[in-house]
């Protein structure tokens, strides 16, 4: 009997045996068939059974890469990828990172469908295919994979419906992760049915239709989130049924409705995300008695009546409720909340008293109330919020002074009272907020001269002291502040000059210094300026509009009227379209406009006289000058023995030729000055080289320095395509105009050389730069951050504030130049394109390898989107201090911020940021460039937010 016992068991233990093999062989098939179809097998090598399939297939998959295995029943153990085990194929996890209990893998970079014969793999409890490109819909097999408790998706480019059959077999599942992907259509009413579900995320899609009531069934839901898609309809009143859900991300749909009150048993709320959707009604008072509460969002709904008392019982740390219909008071509960790191409440009607509704916050670093109704003073408590890094109050009704305490916020970025009652002086003390970008004080009722002091914010890029009762010069410290980018001054009451001072500045926005007591002339060097909006009416400037102001491109408005200004109006484009009023109440102006006589109409007898007799006065001398300048120049080139020409030869050899054309012509910059300069060329002046010449340094007896980019001869199509993004170089640098784009100053189209001419930045591409061990430690944190900075204000001027928008194509490292203070400047503009707006803008793929957008290799189409994307590359480049791929970084791994380690990012030859603040800049740096080069490029921020965001901290 023992002896048969035995036989029965060993029979049996075989043909458990031979069933094993044989569910191994179809795993292991179906597994091979799908890595034949992938583009990318690289992280794959182990996938092989070192032959043909056939019935002696002996090759367990469970030993490959990314496979797990377990014998336990239907509990999958996470092992290493290569473990070879026996046993049920239980687990697969190719993510690019795969966080399965914090399991870190290899990149995979998957693309492609997802093969029906996945539902070959009956076993699995296990799947994560996220951080991929894996494209097409869900195969209708994966309902086979009933033991799922984990399916993970997330970040890849899959599209379909959600089918609900699949939804009806999967009632095992604990985590559903399909977030970022294209997925259509509605949520299917079976997700109810998956009763074990611990997290749901399928946010960042194209869902529509309402969120389903059966959502109410899974009541161990720990986290939902659904936001970014486009779901309409109430939150249903079953949510109230998800007691232990700690995270609720609805935000950024088309929601609508209350609040359902029911929601006030989610007692367990950490996390609440509700804003920029179409919520009206009040907000349960119930969600002041969260105890666990950190994140309330409402903002950009329509929301009204009073805020809830949070922050009596929980943490509270961000508390969003701006742009909605808010009144009443402001929540007594705020004053001690003393966790609050940020805080926006604008755009409400909320009132209270600013100095006794809130109290000191340590943590606090965004803090806007503006445009309520709120009273009070400015309290000097403000200044033990020593994070602040924001701090707008505008378009209330706050009195009093402005507290000399406020000059202890040494990272504030932002400072706005505008539009209040404010009175007395600009204390001095403000110049101490070093890192203040933004100032904005119009519309109060300040008095005295603007302080010396804030000559000292070299950070300063908007100053706005309008409509207030300031007086006195405006002080000559004021121009050391470089950066500005507008400033506007009107309807105070400034005297004396404008000084030529300002052409210093690098503005590029408004230049307004309207309704003053301004006298004297008008400094020709704010035609230097990059300016779109320049008023100077209402003040008592003489003499005539610089001619040199023909030259401002940039400009869209203009105004000059009610001054004593006399002289033709230039004939730019802004003058002529600009209407008469612009140029009205003046002494005696003349030109092109309408209701202006032409400047050579026939004048007064009298005033004819007098103007004859100084031009015979101004004849005489010149002939003098012109006498006494050919004696001087024949007597050089007598001594020069022929070395140059004479003087009057070579005016006509350049008139002959017409050679050069100089956007900023001073009479300096000649053709033959630069060939000598560089020797006709010579290849020790050669600083560089591109795919369409090389570059020169070029000396000018003025001591000028100047890049000259010689454009190289070729035959056929290429001479074609060279001359082709010449030209292109060439009308769009005579159009844009910003202080962190290489300024162009003229070019040579005929002749024996072809070549544009640029100012010579001296530390030569950013590429250079970090490819050298010594020069890249010199480029600290502190530079690194500015350098993407400069170049985000660069794409945000010419994505946001050229007409029509222009996008560049090729943002790397290489065409990014570094001056001697380690500021950027974008060059390199031989491919770039003016988006017209009622084009396709279909392109070629071009730009540089490694920062080009994915979606142009099967679109063709160019966006904006395109340049953040390559912009995103360069930032992580900055960074890592290497292109990410010289790493082995997956640009979609590192879309995730949950998944970043800055640690292991930042270029190791740097010790780490050594205080917070440039660490916090440097994670938020990080976290923008991961959001630039998101695969979809909807979902990429555009570059004015990605440059405010870099700005604000």
């Given at each position: 009997?023992?002896?048969?016992k035995?036989?029965?068991?060993?029979?049996?233990?075989?043909?458990l045996s031979?069933?094993?093999?044989?569910?191994?062989?179809s795993?292991?098939?179906?597994?091979?068939?799908?890595?034949?179809?992938?583009?990318?097998?690289?992280a794959?090598q182990?996938?092989t059974?070192g032959?043909?399939?056939?019935?002696n297939?002996?090759?367990?998959?469970?030993?490959?890469?990314?496979?797990?295995?377990?014998?336990?029943?239907?509990i999958?153990?996470?092992?290493?990828p290569g473990?070879s085990?026996?046993?049920n194929?239980?687990?697969?996890d190719?993510?690019?990172?795969?966080?399965?209990v914090s399991?870190?893998?290899t990149?995979?970079n998957?693309?492609?469908?997802?093969?029906?014969?996945?539902g070959?793999l009956?076993?699995?409890?296990?799947l994560n295919?996220?951080?991929?490109?894996l494209?097409?819909?869900?195969?209708?097999?994966l309902s086979?994979?009933?033991?799922?408790?984990?399916?993970?998706?997330?970040n890849?480019?899959?599209?379909g419906?959600?089918?609900?059959?699949?939804?009806s077999n999967?009632?095992?599942?604990?985590?559903l992760?399909?977030?970022?992907n294209?997925f259509?259509?509605?949520?299917p009413?079976e997700?109810?049915?998956?009763t074990n579900?611990i997290?749901?995320?399928?946010?960042?899609?194209?869902l529509?239709?309402s969120?389903p009531y059966?959502i109410?069934?899974l009541?161990h839901?720990?986290?939902?989130a659904?936001?970014?898609?486009?779901?309409t309809g109430?939150?249903?009143?079953?949510?109230?049924n998800?007691?232990r859900?700690?995270m609720?991300?609805l935000q950024?749909?088309?929601?609508?409705?209350p609040i359902?009150?029911?929601i006030?048993?989610c007692t367990?709320l950490?996390?609440?995300?509700l804003?920029?959707?179409?919520?009206?009604?009040?907000?349960?008072?119930?969600?002041?008695?969260?105890?666990?509460l950190?994140v309330?969002?409402?903002?950009?709904?329509s929301l009204?009546?009073?805020?809830?008392?949070?922050?009596?019982?929980?943490p509270?740390?961000k508390?969003?409720?701006?742009?909605n219909?808010?009144?009443?008071?402001?929540?007594?509960s705020l004053?001690?909340?003393t966790?609050?790191?940020?805080?926006?409440?604008?755009?409400?009607?909320?009132?209270g008293?600013?100095?006794?509704?809130f109290g000191?916050?340590?943590n606090?670093?965004?803090?806007?109330?503006?445009?309520?109704k709120?009273?009070?003073?400015?309290?000097?408590n403000?200044a033990?919020c020593?994070?602040?890094?924001?701090l707008?109050?505008?378009?209330?009704e706050?009195?009093g002074?402005?507290?000399?305490?406020?000059?202890k916020?040494?990272?504030?970025?932002v400072l706005n009272?505008a539009?209040n009652?404010?009175?007395?002086l600009?204390p001095?003390?403000l110049?101490?907020?070093s890192?203040l970008?933004?100032?904005?004080l119009g519309?109060?009722?300040?008095s005295g001269?603007?302080?010396?002091q804030?000559?000292?914010?070299?950070?300063?890029?908007?100053l706005?002291?309008?409509s207030n009762?300031?007086g006195?010069?405006i002080p000559?410290?004021?121009?050391?502040?470089?950066?500005l980018?507008?400033?506007?001054?009107a309807?105070?009451?400034f005297?004396g000059?404008?000084?030529?001072?300002?052409g210093?500045l690098?503005?590029?926005?408004s230049?307004?210094?309207?309704h003053?007591?301004?006298?004297?002339?008008?400094?020709?060097?704010?035609?230097?300026?990059?300016l779109?909006?320049?008023d100077?009416s209402?003040n008592?400037l003489?003499?005539?509009?610089?001619?040199?102001?023909?030259?401002m491109?940039s400009?869209?408005?203009?105004?000059?009227?009610?001054?004593?200004?006399?002289?033709p109006?230039?004939?730019?484009?802004v003058?002529?379209?600009?209407?008469s009023?612009?140029f009205?109440?003046n002494?005696?102006?003349?030109?092109?406009?309408?209701?202006?006589r032409?400047?050579?109409a026939?004048l007064?007898e009298s005033?004819?006289?007098?103007?004859?007799?100084?031009l015979?006065?101004?004849?005489?001398v010149?002939?003098?000058?012109?006498l006494f300048?050919?004696?001087?120049?024949?007597g050089k080139?007598?001594?020069?023995r022929?070395?140059?020409?004479?003087?009057?030869?070579?005016i006509?050899?350049?008139?002959?030729r017409n050679?050069?054309?100089v956007?900023n012509y001073?009479?300096?910059?000649?053709?033959?000055?630069?060939?000598?300069?560089t020797?006709n060329?010579?290849?020790?002046y050669?600083?560089g080289?591109g795919?369409?010449?090389?570059v020169?340094r070029?000396?000018?007896?003025t001591g000028?320095a100047?890049?000259?980019k010689?454009i190289?001869?070729?035959e056929g199509?290429?001479i074609?395509?060279?001359?082709a993004?010449f030209?292109?170089?060439?009308k769009?640098l005579?159009?844009?105009?910003?202080?962190?784009?290489?300024?162009?100053y003229?070019?040579?189209?005929?002749?024996?050389?072809?070549?544009?001419?640029y100012?010579l930045?001296?530390?030569?591409?950013?590429?250079?730069?970090l490819?050298?061990?010594s020069e890249?430690?010199r480029l600290?944190?502190?530079?690194?951050v500015?350098?993407v900075r400069?170049i985000?204000?660069a794409?945000?001027?010419m994505?946001?504030?050229?007409t029509?928008?222009?996008?560049?194509?090729?943002?790397?490292?290489?065409?990014i130049?570094?001056?001697t203070?380690?500021?950027a400047?974008?060059?390199?503009?031989?491919?770039?394109?003016i988006l017209?707006p009622?084009s396709?803008?279909w392109?070629?793929?071009a730009?540089?390898?490694?920062?080009?957008?994915p979606?142009?290799?099967?679109t063709?189409?160019?966006t904006?989107?395109?340049?953040?994307y390559?912009f995103?590359v360069?930032s992580?480049?900055?960074?890592v201090g290497?292109?990410?791929?010289?790493?082995?970084?997956?640009?979609?791994?590192?879309?995730s911020e949950?998944?970043?380690e800055l640690?292991?990012?930042?270029d190791?030859r740097?010790?780490?940021p050594?205080?917070?603040i440039?660490?916090?800049?440097?994670?938020?740096?990080?976290?923008q460039?991961?959001s630039?080069v998101?695969v979809d490029?909807?979902?990429?921020?555009?570059m004015?937010?990605?440059?405010?965001?870099?700005?604000?901290?």
């Amino acid at each position: 009997m023992i002896n048969l016992k035995s036989h029965v068991l060993l029979w049996f233990l075989l043909l458990l045996s031979c069933n094993a093999e044989v569910r191994a062989n179809s795993e292991a098939e179906a597994l091979i068939s799908w890595k034949l179809t992938l583009e990318n097998q690289s992280a794959l090598q182990s996938w092989t059974t070192g032959g043909t399939f056939g019935p002696n297939l002996s090759t367990s998959p469970c030993g490959w890469f990314g496979v797990s295995c377990s014998t336990e029943g239907n509990i999958a153990k996470i092992h290493l990828p290569g473990a070879s085990l026996g046993g049920n194929l239980t687990g697969l996890d190719l993510s690019s990172f795969g966080d399965l209990v914090s399991l870190k893998l290899t990149q995979c970079n998957l693309s492609g469908p997802i093969p029906p014969q996945i539902g070959s793999l009956s076993k699995l409890t296990h799947l994560n295919l996220s951080r991929n490109e894996l494209s097409g819909s869900l195969p209708p097999t994966l309902s086979n994979l009933t033991r799922l408790s984990l399916l993970s998706l997330g970040n890849n480019m899959i599209s379909g419906e959600l089918d609900p059959h699949l939804f009806s077999n999967w009632t095992k599942l604990w985590y559903l992760q399909l977030h970022n992907n294209n997925f259509t259509g509605k949520i299917p009413s079976e997700v109810g049915l998956l009763t074990n579900l611990i997290e749901l995320a399928i946010c960042n899609n194209l869902l529509n239709g309402s969120i389903p009531y059966e959502i109410g069934n899974l009541k161990h839901l720990d986290a939902i989130a659904l936001y970014r898609n486009h779901l309409t309809g109430p939150i249903p009143q079953s949510i109230g049924n998800l007691t232990r859900l700690t995270m609720l991300y609805l935000q950024q749909n088309h929601l609508s409705g209350p609040i359902p009150h029911d929601i006030v048993k989610c007692t367990g709320l950490v996390d609440l995300r509700l804003f920029e959707n179409n919520f009206s009604g009040s907000v349960p008072q119930g969600l002041a008695n969260f105890s666990s509460l950190k994140v309330l969002e409402f903002s950009v709904n329509s929301l009204s009546g009073p805020l809830p008392q949070v922050c009596q019982e929980s943490p509270l740390e961000k508390f969003t409720a701006a742009f909605n219909s808010f009144t009443g008071p402001m929540p007594r509960s705020l004053r001690n909340c003393t966790t609050l790191v940020r805080v926006r409440l604008e755009s409400n009607f909320l009132s209270g008293y600013l100095d006794r509704d809130f109290g000191v916050y340590p943590n606090l670093n965004y803090l806007d109330l503006s445009y309520n109704k709120l009273r009070g003073v400015l309290s000097p408590n403000w200044a033990s919020c020593l994070k602040l890094t924001l701090l707008k109050v505008a378009g209330n009704e706050i009195g009093g002074t402005i507290p000399n305490e406020l000059g202890k916020l040494s990272v504030l970025g932002v400072l706005n009272l505008a539009s209040n009652h404010i009175t007395g002086l600009i204390p001095r003390h403000l110049g101490n907020l070093s890192s203040l970008f933004q100032l904005n004080l119009g519309e109060n009722k300040l008095s005295g001269p603007i302080p010396p002091q804030l000559g000292h914010l070299l950070r300063l890029e908007d100053l706005d002291l309008s409509s207030n009762e300031l007086g006195g010069p405006i002080p000559e410290q004021l121009w050391k502040c470089s950066k500005l980018r507008n400033l506007v001054l009107a309807a105070n009451n400034f005297n004396g000059s404008i000084s030529p001072q300002i052409g210093d500045l690098a503005l590029q926005g408004s230049l307004n210094l309207s309704h003053n007591c301004l006298a004297g002339n008008i400094p020709p060097q704010i035609a230097k300026l990059a300016l779109e909006h320049l008023d100077l009416s209402h003040n008592e400037l003489s003499g005539e509009i610089p001619s040199s102001f023909v030259r401002m491109t940039s400009l869209t408005s203009v105004d000059f009227s009610y001054n004593e200004l006399e002289g033709p109006i230039p004939d730019g484009k802004v003058f002529l379209l600009s209407a008469s009023t612009a140029f009205s109440n003046n002494k005696n102006m003349c030109g092109p406009v309408q209701g202006f006589r032409p400047c050579y109409a026939k004048l007064p007898e009298s005033t004819v006289r007098r103007k004859s007799h100084k031009l015979w006065i101004i004849l005489g001398v010149s002939s003098l000058v012109v006498l006494f300048l050919i004696v001087v120049l024949l007597g050089k080139s007598i001594l020069s023995r022929g070395r140059m020409k004479s003087a009057s030869a070579r005016i006509a050899g350049l008139n002959s030729r017409n050679v050069f054309s100089v956007l900023n012509y001073d009479g300096k910059v000649v053709y033959e000055d630069i060939v000598e300069a560089t020797e006709n060329f010579d290849d020790k002046y050669c600083i560089g080289e591109g795919g369409s010449g090389r570059v020169y340094r070029a000396l000018l007896p003025t001591g000028h320095a100047l890049a000259i980019k010689k454009i190289r001869s070729s035959e056929g199509d290429e001479i074609e395509q060279i001359t082709a993004s010449f030209l292109n170089e060439i009308k769009l640098l005579t159009t844009i105009r910003h202080r962190n784009i290489v300024k162009f100053y003229g070019f040579c189209s005929s002749g024996p050389h072809k070549f544009l001419v640029y100012d010579l930045i001296e530390k030569g591409s950013l590429a250079t730069i970090l490819n050298d061990g010594s020069e890249a430690a010199r480029l600290d944190w502190r530079r690194r951050v500015e350098i993407v900075r400069d170049i985000a204000c660069a794409l945000c001027y010419m994505h946001n504030d050229c007409t029509p928008p222009v996008i560049h194509r090729d943002i790397s490292s290489r065409n990014i130049l570094l001056n001697t203070e380690y500021e950027a400047f974008l060059s390199d503009f031989g491919i770039s394109r003016i988006l017209k707006p009622d084009s396709s803008n279909w392109t070629a793929v071009a730009g540089t390898y490694g920062y080009v957008a994915p979606e142009l290799a099967y679109t063709m189409s160019l966006t904006e989107k395109c340049d953040v994307y390559s912009f995103g590359v360069l930032s992580l480049e900055v960074i890592v201090g290497k292109h990410p791929a010289e790493l082995g970084l997956s640009l979609n791994s590192l879309q995730s911020e949950q998944s970043m380690e800055l640690e292991g990012l930042l270029d190791a030859r740097l010790p780490p940021p050594a205080d917070q603040i440039t660490m916090n800049e440097v994670k938020v740096l990080v976290k923008q460039a991961c959001s630039c080069v998101d695969v979809d490029p909807n979902r990429r921020p555009t570059m004015r937010e990605v440059s405010q965001a870099l700005l604000i901290h």
